[in-house]
């Protein structure tokens, strides 16, 4: 049971970053390769709330939802919008690059050196139907299961939200009607932005504040992101607590150096048999 | 930092007997930038010190030091050549300290070897079969009886060990060393290795909890040495837990909260245990000064300075025992080392380098356990807080 | 030999244009000329290093141009194939044959091998989650590394790796450079004459639409295979090189950034060039050195390049560097600057509405191009065919012919089931109730089959790939017909050659009968919507099909176009084409076909020669119930 709840904490943070992709993808057809360092980036804003200016839970949550907002519209205004209308994938390079960049400013202002960010309730460790859990990480699983209906909720009912899905299913007929396809892609890196930010306080005392922590979880959640399928903020979810329970599973059973070759081999079955991912809508164009 | 030291006292620097010599050249070629940045910035400022203190008592053999250091982003093509391009350049290195880990060290090997240039590594993590290749860091066997000799001291009844261990190069290096140790001991033990980039060790910790040891070994340098002791303490697991070289280069107290560090210690070499600095060795209240001249405000374990400042030490040593800055003539009295009446380096054991081991040996009884807390990247005794 | 022939030659040679042939081919030999002697004018070893090293990254990123930037395939396992091809040629050297000859042999095995296994995913998934399961290759090589160190060396790398020998003879540094720039002219000049050939032709339709594709008659499954084979070998060639120049291995050297590195090489170099994939492998290779050299500003440094460089270099540096030539070349003297193409194309009339006499040449012409089978007599039969989409039953038992020599129309409002019957009969969907037969033969329900057999097809929004030349499109209908494999067009054989001068010669032809000759040299994309519709019959005609059919052929024709139109679609039926049309335009239908069959909620509800179905009550009140805005039935345009 402890390793299934070290699962679902884990799975959480990759659930969190693949919410990000997810929403950045839907309404601009972009991967965005930064939404990991986004994630970073809210810890170390989480850090400099608690622990350099000494600020409440609340005012660092708004802090850093603020700050990873602002850096996801630069973000889109400066590697993004120059792109518009060209065919050439470049945003698989500019978003790297936005990542470089900002991984490269986090190292620069903070170091290298892990900074511990204490989570602001209780840290005595609880039992949940046998298995062991920090609070913190409880929190954050529950956070990131309410933010995903929410924001599933968003786009089902919301004129904007529906706006997005239109984007997301035909760019060129959803401008026809009039939906303002540019300003969708400003609000989706927005919502990357903020959604990395809202979370910072929670992630940041599990790992640290920690610069490079973009690098591995980024990559791990793209499997969740597939498993779940493109366009599907559920699937998303689900996919990323099934990557991380899969992880800690095949880590406590079968052996660490394994993990890895596991996700691909269950990613590769998933997607022979429902080529769209768990939830992923099919996209195939009538002729 | 040290209440009321005055650097001012000692003046060191440019001035001294000026040597109108072509420069000595020290090249550092080292990941400078990513997770491994603060270690490899150390070990730059007290090699840096050393060479002002050399420079001061009148340089190698009348060289000037000159140190220069490169990034290579730790990736082992980057690093060969940065050393190709120096290697061909006009100011080609006397001494160069090659790379962060063994990966790049293996990569630059050949040229090093082939150019007949003096190398110094860092990594420690192994053993190269190179007549210019010479290594401080301790030799891991030794590290390794050591280790199971401090466990068989403080635990007597331990008779199963449990190794938690990063399965990067030098993670792999130091289980292999710590394997034959501990059989060797007659002791059993048993290991999971993970990524160094994970996120959280639960499971592997779990796995360990269930073959029951009796002393667990944790070793991890950066976030993943937090998050084992932190994950440790998340399972309410009481096992005595010892952090080993790579483990005890993380400032744990900063890293994890105080009820984490219970049962938890580090081992360490005996002089990078606490003392103040007056009661320390001439030698190294000289390092120590010198390296805070730098900038160094001492944020890492000190084993990682004094290694540093004692590699350039010892050639400055050999050079002048040779009389020569050839790199063949260094090699070979650094081989043959004779201990001088006043010491210059810190760390530096008695059983130096031989023909057949370029790796120092320091002895399984310089090292001790030590208290996971410290002060001024030294490790405080065992026990205290 | 006339003057004119030989100012002609030497502006050939000398071109700074690409047009279908590539450059003139005194520029690359130059750039040969020089790379060959590189290794031996006294470089240090420094260079001599970084030459090799641009060369090993030129080699990685040409193949993932060739899948990504040609084919559009975004199967990227190239890093793990250069990794693979690395260790590979690694443990042979050092502890079997030390024979460079011997790895990049092994080597390239190896790559087919793990090119179609990493592609594997591509022929059921495409998109991201290709471009996923790919990046994350990467991601278990150093896992795959410890699972077997006795033969990788573990986590500490792969060291003391032997300079090779070549044939038995020892290599010396420079030598080993030598070698490399070889293996790299011998790739490049493979990779171009592959992509300038009609294979390439057809990755670039691949990348625009496989259901393009496929409705010309190629396999799908078997050029994707391709583009991946094509897409590895350059990387397992790069991986030998790699061991042997380094003399070192490790997991660390198959980074993410590596995997970044290469598509961002791709990327600035221009994705879609040949010589783009050289510059941007080179300039790579230097950034990722330099970029360390800002030591804790290197990743700063870094991402602001991968930034500007894939903002300014949108179109790719190649793409740029055309552009240039395109200016500096218009400045040259004529003699030099011009094409052996405009030669000719200067007998190509003024583009306008061509005559009834053209079109019909350009029809019979290019039926009669091949065996003779004019005078053969054809039908096919849609037999109860029925099909459903998610419970919903788009076609519901119907049952139609249509017969050689004749003009078929379908009509009906929209979402009556016209494209969805017309896709069942091209193959591209599979019945669920019913067939179609063609001469009491079953059409396979698989699009390149049913191509095969003879059936051609434009669509309701023409589909015309981008970067191609509108001759080239048409000619790219021919690629089944007249197959040259992959060796012969590398080689340039006399076949090659015999099928690329009539592929030139039939499109041009027919383009010009379609007076359409004036835009035979210009990018088909970026033509006006009437002639990409135009140009899509002409790709269809081609192919000297056997059953015609056209979705919406009309959409968006002005006057003279619809008059070009319908000439075409009577020649055709002249020539004895099974022509089946689905159109909106109810007075082209009224005034075109033979036989007109009205589909209504997925069903035939009327069906016979055009004055009956201009008169049938039932067929008024579908158009008056469906159309809220007017009450007749529309002749023009309908969206």
């Known amino acids: 049971m402890t390793t299934l709840l070290s699962g679902l904490s884990v799975g959480a943070l990759f659930a969190l970053v693949a919410i990000g992709y997810q929403v950045v993808f839907i309404s601009s057809g972009i991967f965005n390769f930064a939404q990991a360092t986004l994630v970073t980036l809210g810890t170390f804003l989480a850090y400099v709330g608690v622990v350099t200016l000494h600020l409440n839970p609340i005012l660092t949550i708004l802090m850093a939802t603020a700050g990873c907002t602002i850096v996801g519209l630069i973000e889109e205004r400066v590697a993004i919008r120059p792109l518009s209308g060209k065919i050439s994938r470049a945003e698989l390079v500019t978003t790297v690059g936005a990542a470089a960049l900002i991984e490269g400013v986090i190292t620069l202002i903070w170091g290298s050196t892990p900074l511990e960010v204490p989570f602001f309730g209780s840290t005595s460790v609880l039992t949940i139907f046998g298995g062991r859990i920090v609070p913190d990480s409880l929190i954050l699983i529950i956070f990131v299961i309410v933010l995903s209906i929410a924001l599933h909720v968003w786009y089902k009912y919301s004129i904007s939200g529906l706006a997005s899905i239109a984007v997301a299913e035909d760019r060129v007929a959803a401008r026809l009607r009039g939906i303002n396809v540019g300003r969708r892609s400003i609000i989706a890196f927005a919502m990357g932005g903020a959604i990395a930010g809202v979370a910072g306080i929670l992630v940041a005392p599990q790992t640290y504040a920690v610069s490079n922590l973009g690098d591995t979880v980024g990559l791990t959640a793209f499997i969740a992101f597939a498993l779940g399928g493109s366009g599907s903020l559920l699937g998303a979810t689900i996919g990323g607590f099934a990557v991380g329970i899969i992880e800690q599973e095949v880590a406590r059973y079968v052996g660490s150096l394994y993990v890895n070759s596991t996700l691909y081999v269950v990613l590769l079955i998933i997607l022979f048999v429902m080529p769209n991912g768990l939830f992923g809508r099919s996209t195939a164009r009538a002729l | ?385 | 030999m006339s003057t004119t022939r030989g100012t002609q030659l030497l502006g050939r040679a000398f071109s700074l244009r690409d047009g279908e042939s590539g450059y003139g081919f005194v520029w690359p030999l130059l750039g040969v000329i020089g790379l060959v002697l590189l290794p031996f004018i006294g470089l240090n070893i420094f260079w001599q290093t970084q030459l090799d090293l641009m060369i090993v990254y030129a080699l990685i990123v040409s193949g993932v141009n060739l899948t990504f930037g040609f084919a559009g395939e975004l199967a990227l396992g190239q890093v793990a194939i250069f990794a693979v091809s690395a260790y590979l040629s690694a443990y042979l050297m050092t502890h079997a044959i030390n024979d460079v000859v011997v790895a990049l042999l092994a080597a390239i095995v190896a790559a087919i091998i793990i090119g179609l296994f990493t592609g594997l995913p591509g022929l059921r998934i495409g998109g991201w989650a290709l471009a996923m399961t790919s990046f994350f290759l990467v991601i278990l090589i150093p896992d795959v590394v410890q699972m077997i160190p006795n033969i990788t060396g573990g986590t500490q790398g792969f060291d003391a790796i032997p300079l090779p020998e070549a044939f038995g003879i020892d290599l010396t540094v420079s030598e080993m450079s030598f070698i490399a720039v070889v293996i790299f002219l011998l790739w490049f000049a493979f990779f171009r004459n592959f992509v300038l050939s009609r294979h390439g032709r057809a990755l670039k339709t691949l990348r625009e639409s496989p259901h393009l594709t496929s409705s010309l008659g190629i396999s799908v499954l078997r050029l994707k295979l391709l583009a991946y084979v094509a897409g590895a070998v350059p990387a397992g060639l790069a991986g030998v090189l790699f061991a042997a120049v380094e003399g070192y291995i490790g997991p660390t050297t198959f980074s993410f950034t590596l995997v970044i590195g290469m598509i961002a090489g791709s990327i600035i170099g221009g994705a879609d060039s040949i010589y783009g994939a050289a510059i941007g492998g080179a300039l790579l290779e230097y950034i990722n050195f330099r970029s360390a050299a800002f030591a804790q500003y290197s990743l700063v440094v870094y991402g602001v390049i991968l930034v500007l460089g894939g903002i300014l270099t949108a179109k790719g540096l190649a793409g740029i560097a055309r552009g240039g030539v395109r200016r500096t070349a218009n400045l040259l003297p004529s003699a030099l600057s011009n094409e052996s193409i405009s030669v000719e194309v200067a007998a190509v009339p003024p583009s306008g509405a061509p005559s009834r006499q053209l079109i019909d040449r350009a029809v019979g012409d290019a039926l009669a191009s091949g065996d003779d089978t004019t005078g053969v007599e054809h039908h096919l039969e849609i037999q109860g065919v029925t099909k459903e989409f998610g419970g919903v039953r788009a076609l519901n038992d119907v049952t139609l012919s249509a017969r050689s020599g004749e003009i078929t129309a379908i009509i009906g409002p929209n979402g009556s089931g016209k494209t969805t019957l017309l896709n069942v009969i091209a193959g591209v969907y599979r019945a669920d109730g019913g067939g179609v037969s063609l001469d009491d033969e079953r059409l396979p329900s698989r699009s390149h089959r049913c191509a095969r057999r003879g059936v051609a097809r434009t669509f309701q929004t023409p589909i015309i790939p981008r970067g191609m030349l509108a001759w080239e499109v048409v000619a790219a209908g021919r690629y089944e017909s007249e197959y040259v494999s992959v060796l012969q067009s590398v080689l340039r054989s006399p076949r090659f050659r015999r099928v690329r001068r009539d592929d030139r010669k039939l499109a041009i032809e027919l383009l010009t009968n379609l007076g359409l000759g004036s835009y035979a040299f210009s990018p088909a994309d970026a033509m006006p919507l009437p002639h990409r519709r135009i140009l899509e019959v002409a790709r269809a005609i081609i192919r000297r099909p056997v059953v015609m059919l056209l979705d919406e052929p009309a959409a968006g024709l002005d006057e003279g176009d619809l008059v070009t139109l319908a000439e075409v679609l009577r020649r055709l039926r002249e020539e004895g084409v099974t022509v089946v049309i689905v159109e909106h335009n109810f007075g082209l239908v009224v005034e075109l076909a033979d036989t007109i069959h009205v589909l209504n909620l997925g069903e035939v509800v009327a069906s016979g020669p055009p004055t009956d179905i201009q008169h049938d009550p039932v067929v008024a009140s579908i158009y008056l119930g469906n159309e809220s805005s007017g009450a007749v039935i529309p002749t023009g345009e309908a969206s």
């Open chain 2, 1 to 385: 930092m040290v209440a009321g030291m005055t650097l001012t006292a000692v003046s060191l620097g440019t001035a001294g007997a000026s040597a109108s010599n072509s420069p000595f050249n020290v090249l550092m070629i080292a990941g400078t930038t990513g997770p491994v940045a603060p270690p490899t910035q150390a070990e730059i400022q007290a090699t840096k010190a050393a060479a002002s203190v050399i420079n001061h008592e009148g340089g190698i053999d009348g060289h000037k030091i000159a140190v220069k250091e490169v990034n290579d982003n730790l990736d082992p093509t980057t690093a060969l050549s940065e050393l190709q391009q120096a290697e061909s350049g006009s100011a080609k290195p006397n001494l160069v300290f090659a790379g962060t880990t063994s990966n790049e060290t293996l990569a630059m090997l050949p040229t090093l070897t082939r150019d007949k240039t003096l190398s110094m590594e860092l990594a420690g993590s192994g053993v190269f079969d190179s007549p210019y290749q010479f290594a401080l860091p301790n030799y891991l066997p030794n590290q390794a009886t050591a280790l199971v000799n401090a466990i068989k001291k403080q635990y007597p009844n331990a008779k199963k060990i449990g190794i938690a261990i990063t399965n990067d190069a030098f993670g792999t290096s130091l289980l292999q060393s710590y394997e034959p140790a501990i059989t060797k001991a007659g002791l059993t033990y048993v290991v999971q290795t993970f990524s160094d980039t994970a996120t959280d060790v639960t499971p592997e910790l779990q796995t360990l909890q269930a073959a029951n040891p009796d002393v667990l070994i944790a070793s991890g340098y950066g976030a993943i040495g937090g998050y084992i002791i932190q994950d440790r303490a998340n399972l309410g697991w009481t096992v005595p837990t010892i952090g080993d070289g790579a483990e005890s280069s993380n400032d744990l107290p900063a890293m994890v909260p105080a009820s984490a560090l219970d049962g938890v210690s580090l081992i360490a070499q005996a002089p990078s245990v606490y003392k103040p600095l007056s009661q320390e060795s001439k030698a190294f209240q000289t390092f120590w000064k010198a390296t805070a001249l730098q900038g160094s405000k001492f944020t890492q374990s000190i084993v990682l300075y004094t290694l540093s400042y004692d590699d350039l030490m010892l050639v400055y040593l050999a050079a002048k025992q040779a009389h020569s800055t050839s790199s063949t003539a260094i090699a070979n009295a650094l081989e043959h080392l004779k201990q001088p009446k006043v010491k210059p380096y810190v760390t530096w054991s008695t059983e130096g380098f031989t023909p057949k081991l370029h790796v120092e040996q320091a002895p399984a009884t310089d090292y001790v356990l030590a208290s996971a807390y410290t002060k001024d990247g030294m490790a405080l005794p065992f026990g205290s807080k």
